[in-house]
């Protein structure tokens, strides 16, 4: 099959980190590039996820690119409406609009050893060859349904929270919510105004502290007019959530008020001890995601509302069955269930040199660079991989440091006229060796299979385990600390430099 296209760098995904990558690309002179999108539009999570009470729970101003910065004196936190028109709006403004393939996903891709470059398959069977790729398709798309017994025997509808589906009106209706995570307790309040009755199933519960509202009051908003004052408080929310979020992490000095604050807003808004200790964690606050909203609760304290605890035994054809027997009518099942956030890249298959397939590599827990590249897949990079989650501020942050970090990359590898670089195995060892030891530091460890945090192999594979600033920190030093060129200089075919001591490349 012909090749249909040849570019210089081709990014796939055209959420925060593709359109990041996109605009970092043109600043640093690079036109000759293409955007994938499976979808028919920009946004990733903020396109897919529709559901009623979506939002985000970093505040706008940190929400947001540092070369686009967020500018409004009315929204403290973004609506998903709201965030999907500011990407489209960055794609646009910076020129990105020409370089998109929406609708084109990638199915394969595949390094060409004599070349240096990769060769990329569609799924619709075009073939396109590119020196550089960089997979942007994140970690929460991929909609995780428990296989449930009985799942495909319900007669009514059923959907994912992020396949929401809008012709159905669950106005005086019945609805199973089967799940308690962040996109639950945005919908239950809505939910709770419209349906007859809502039945929400949870198997963990959530530790949960208050969300400021939504919107400025006229205080926030004279001072946001204030020269300098839009950076300022990015930069307070940048620092805080370092200093105060980061800590709760490793069980700092932060858990323990941030523990008692959300116990004590547990008293303060549900009155029944018997729902209370339903609804108290058993684990401590950091091993799974923290939810912060204020509404939750109270949605959860209606008469129209019922937290159910015990077991799912299989779904009926008119409802849920519980392991003690009793059964649950719904009309509408909804699972909020999350995402396969550890099946990094799938469903796409990715072979290095040799032909290596990554997932085969992967097979028991993702690991990159920084979250970012992989020994044996040269000029190839990730936004968003292995162990770059920031669980305690904002992630459209740490793709920018890795964008500017992939374009040093770039530049570097043109300077020393290298077709392909690579990371050395002994950057990736030391990586590797200085994450386990961090990670040991964390709550996540101790954390049971149910948390999205971990692979089934019990690794600990998406979140970042220390703070922003030491991501930003390691990847401000030089890629040639960490990167080779491929294949290595005919002179120095030892490429004694991969022997270089790597493991200072983190720093806290």
Request: charged share 20%; with cysteine.
């Amino acid at each position: 099959m012909a090749i249909s296209m040849t570019y210089k760098v081709a990014v796939v995904g055209a959420g925060f980190g593709g359109i990041g990558m996109g605009v970092g690309l043109r600043r640093a002179g690079i036109t000759d590039f293409v955007i994938f999108e499976r979808d028919g539009d920009v946004g990733g999570v903020w396109r897919d996820n529709t559901y009623p009470g979506c939002s985000c729970d970093v505040p706008s101003h940190l929400y947001s690119f540092s070369f686009a910065p967020y500018r409004s004196r009315r929204i403290r936190y973004p609506r998903q409406a709201e965030i999907l028109e500011y990407l489209r709006g960055v794609a646009a403004d910076h020129g990105l609009v020409p370089h998109l393939r929406l609708g084109t996903a990638i199915r394969e891709a595949s390094y060409l050893e004599t070349e240096g470059g990769w060769e990329l398959t569609t799924s619709d069977g075009r073939r396109v060859v590119a020196e550089v790729v960089i997979f942007a398709v994140g970690q929460l798309h991929r909609p995780s349904i428990p296989d449930l017994a009985g799942r495909a025997d319900f007669a009514g509808p059923s959907f994912h929270s992020a396949r929401w589906d809008h012709d159905q009106d669950l106005h005086g209706r019945d609805v199973a919510v089967i799940g308690t995570g962040s996109s639950a307790a945005q919908m239950l309040p809505t939910l709770a105004t419209r349906a007859r009755r809502v039945r929400i199933f949870q198997r963990t519960p959530h530790w949960v502290l208050p969300k400021p509202p939504a919107d400025f009051g006229p205080l926030a908003r004279t001072a946001l007019r204030l020269p300098g004052a839009h950076h300022l408080y990015r930069r307070v929310l940048y620092y805080g959530s370092d200093a105060v979020l980061a800590p709760i992490m490793r069980r700092g000095w932060s858990a323990r008020p941030a523990e008692w604050a959300a116990r004590r807003y547990l008293r303060s808004r549900i009155a029944d001890p018997r729902l209370r200790a339903k609804l108290t964690p058993d684990y401590p606050i950091g091993g799974k995601r923290i939810i912060f909203d204020s509404h939750y609760y109270s949605a959860l304290a209606r008469e129209n509302v019922e937290l159910i605890t015990d077991p799912i035994a299989r779904i009926t054809r008119d409802g849920v069955r519980t392991a003690d027997g009793a059964h649950h009518p719904a009309d509408v099942i909804i699972y909020a269930t999350g995402f396969r956030a550890p099946e990094f890249l799938v469903p796409i298959t990715v072979r290095g040199r040799g032909g290596v397939l990554l997932h085969d590599q992967w097979r028991s827990g993702a690991t990159a660079l920084l979250g970012m590249a992989v020994p044996g897949y040269p000029n190839a990079f990730l936004i968003a991989g292995p162990n770059s989650f920031n669980p305690a501020g904002s992630n459209p942050g740490m793709k920018e440091c890795q964008v500017d970090y992939i374009v040093r990359c770039l530049h570097w590898r043109d300077r020393i006229g290298a077709s392909a670089i690579e990371v050395r195995e002994t950057a990736m060892r030391a990586h590797q060796q200085w994450l386990e030891q961090a990670v040991t530091k964390t709550v996540w460890p101790a954390m049971g299979p149910n948390c999205w945090y971990k692979h089934d192999s019990g690794r600990v594979t998406n979140p970042w385990p220390a703070s922003a600033r030491a991501f930003d920190r390691a990847l401000r030093r030089p890629p040639s600390e960490s990167f080779r060129a491929v294949p290595p200089d005919p002179a120095n075919p030892a490429d004694p430099a991969a022997s270089e001591p790597a493991a200072g490349i983190h720093s806290e």
